[in-house]
DNA sequence: CGGCATTATTAAACAGTGTTCAATAATAAT
DNA sequence: ATTATTATTGAACACTGTTTAATAATGCCG
């Protein structure tokens, strides 16, 4: 039996969440169980369950290190560009969904159940993301906060969307352009509506 | 023992994708299993492998009765109103998505494997949809085919990506207004932008 | 029509899943 | 030192997709 005081509970947690983590991104969520994650971390289900509360509540973890990691890859890459910051996080998001497909493609497979609401901490991380592009857009909005807010949302669903039809390749019948260049005509485009109707 | 005469294959076939159809349209995904189809239509798992390999390709089975349903509904809205048909195509889009949750949230959840390639009846199926799409948008490009492809892609992924983070409600993160009013604002915003790049 | 080959259907089994729970080991509190 | 609390375990439960040998039902052919 493991010594209960091998790890703090901080310390399981971390444990727990980084073989998760490992397991997606290297086999995809069919090869993440979590027999699979006791099995790594010399434990059992058992204290899984402890921990985490159910399946979906560890899977919440996973998420937000997902999260996490996409958030320190954006903001990493706005600082070492001089490009404009859109064009920097639409791509960057795109790199973000190929580099670590499993992980990102969980992220969207994965289903709340009614009973579990998504915690505040994870709504947290949620905002930030979207504050960089809401950021992102204000200088192209007359820095008018509302209008940011809601074409961030509306560019980012359109650059999820084609990064959703292009990189899981199930949706890619016609002959499409690559998705880099759907991208930057996404961009140029709705821009281009965004000024005509400043 | 079901006599094998009781259903021809293409009737058995019928039966069993109506059954599962009826399994996720109620009970989502989650109450959607081979047993669970099988009890339903009087027949055993093994039959439900006879005609459909696996249940990946049942599911693919579930997804054409879906595709073929979405077609229907949007054909018929394109028929019944006046109004500019990329506008019904997007908001009929939506309304399928949030009538019928389950299914169309399932036709994203499902990934194919490498092994189970898409086949060409799911394909022409997928095509006949963009199609509607590339149709509509025609007289807003000049009727220049190819423009109308690229836009249609991206105007597709845009309203799929609004749907994605709005009927699903987990993102729902911003005080973000509602869809429609969010397609509203991608078909006015970029459609200005296509007009002015013309 | 009878017998043979084919095909459809079944039941049972296998390895895996999430989840629960009593028993027990390890710690904290008194 | 004894008691209360908590962490961990292993076994169980009811599921899941999938495979397979046996068998029932049919089509074919002489």
């Given at each position: 039996m493991a010594r209960r005081s091998d790890h703090s509970r901080p310390e399981l947690t971390e444990l727990a969440v980084k073989a998760g983590v490992e397991l997606i991104e290297k086999k995809g969520l069919s090869g993440f169980s979590a027999r699979a994650v006791a099995r790594k971390i010399g434990y059992t289900v058992g204290t899984l369950y402890h921990v985490f509360g159910d399946m979906d509540g560890f899977m919440l973890h996973i998420h937000g290190q997902t999260l996490d990691d996409l958030y320190a890859f954006l903001t990493k890459k706005l600082e070492r560009s001089k490009k404009p910051s859109l064009d920097i996080l639409a791509h960057g998001y795109l790199d973000f969904a190929r580099a670590h497909f499993n992980r990102w493609d969980a992220l969207f497979t994965f289903r709340t159940t009614a009973s579990n609401e998504i915690p505040p901490w994870y709504a947290a991380k949620l905002r930030g993301l979207f504050l960089l592009t809401e950021t992102a857009l204000m200088p192209h909005v007359g820095n008018n906060e509302q209008a940011a807010q809601k074409h961030a949302r509306i560019l980012w669903s359109g650059i999820h969307g084609i990064c959703v039809l292009s990189v899981?390749?199930?949706?890619?019948?016609?002959?499409?352009?690559k998705a880099e260049k759907q991208i930057d005509m996404l961009l140029e485009t709705y821009m281009a509506g965004v000024e005509k109707q400043l």
């Open positions: 899981s390749g199930k949706l890619d019948i016609v002959n499409a352009d």
